[in-house]
């Protein structure tokens, strides 16, 4: 039992250390680039199909096209935001009940059920460990970190899915290490709460 809650509080101090770079550090790294050659042959077509153009202006338009080559991409977007980052950023945009909930479930949640099961486990032989106990049960069932790790998830590949429908912008998408951090907590506090629990049970 000894092994079990010292094992517990082992795996939870190692969740809320990861949690800090977990929101802190950026999820999801979004770059989406234009190509040069397409825009140029979409800018022809767009040019030379126009019944208001006159025809001699369409025919220089067309050898100067076929004189020119034209490559390479070009960035028009590059964005990693970590989950405080995306939620400062909703907030300026006006969305801020989405900002208020992110903030809630990812920060604020985790840091209260620190608190409470430091006074469940440092006081258990007093009412208010108990208490405390209780209130992180019950907390437990608002904790949707999990949830959030999926949401990034679904994310990641619905974006991945849409990325190679067009050739005129293409969009690449990769995690970084905050997803990693986030999940590692989540992994973590689900590990160390349950050893918690069943080492609680065995002294019941």
């Given amino acids: 039992m000894l092994n079990?809650?010292?094992?517990?509080?082992?795996?939870?101090a190692a969740?809320?250390?990861v949690l800090i770079p977990g929101i802190t550090e950026p999820v999801l790294h979004i770059v989406?680039?234009?190509?040069?050659?397409?825009l140029a042959n979409l800018g022809k077509e767009a040019l030379l199909g126009s019944p208001d153009i006159p025809g001699f202006i369409?025919?220089?338009a067309s050898e100067l096209f076929n004189n020119v080559t034209v490559s390479g991409t070009v960035v028009i977007q590059d964005t990693a935001k970590s989950i405080l980052g995306a939620s400062e950023a909703l907030w300026n945009d006006g969305n801020r009940t989405v900002a208020i909930m992110i903030l809630f479930f990812s920060v604020m949640v985790p840091a209260i059920k620190a608190g409470l099961l430091i006074l469940n486990y440092?006081?258990?032989?007093?009412r208010w460990g108990k208490t405390a106990g209780k209130i992180s049960a019950g907390l437990s069932k608002w904790s949707m970190a999990d949830v959030f790790v999926m949401a990034l998830?679904?994310?990641f590949l619905a974006i991945k899915a849409s990325a190679g429908t067009s050739t005129l912008v293409e969009t690449n998408i990769t995690f970084e290490d905050g997803f990693y951090y986030f999940l590692a907590y989540c992994l973590l506090s689900i590990a160390g709460s349950q050893l918690l629990?069943?080492?609680k049970q065995t002294v019941q």
């Avoid at 989406?32 to 397409?38: E, F, I, S, Y």
């Fill in 122 to 126: 440092g006081l258990q032989r007093y």
């Fill in 15 to 17: 969740a809320y250390g």
């Fill in 4 to 12: 079990r809650n010292f094992l517990g509080f082992l795996l939870l």
């Fill in 32 to 38: 989406t680039t234009l190509d040069k050659a397409q």
């Fill in 197 to 199: 629990a069943s080492g």
């Fill in 58 to 60: 369409k025919s220089m």
């Fill in 153 to 155: 998830i679904i994310s």
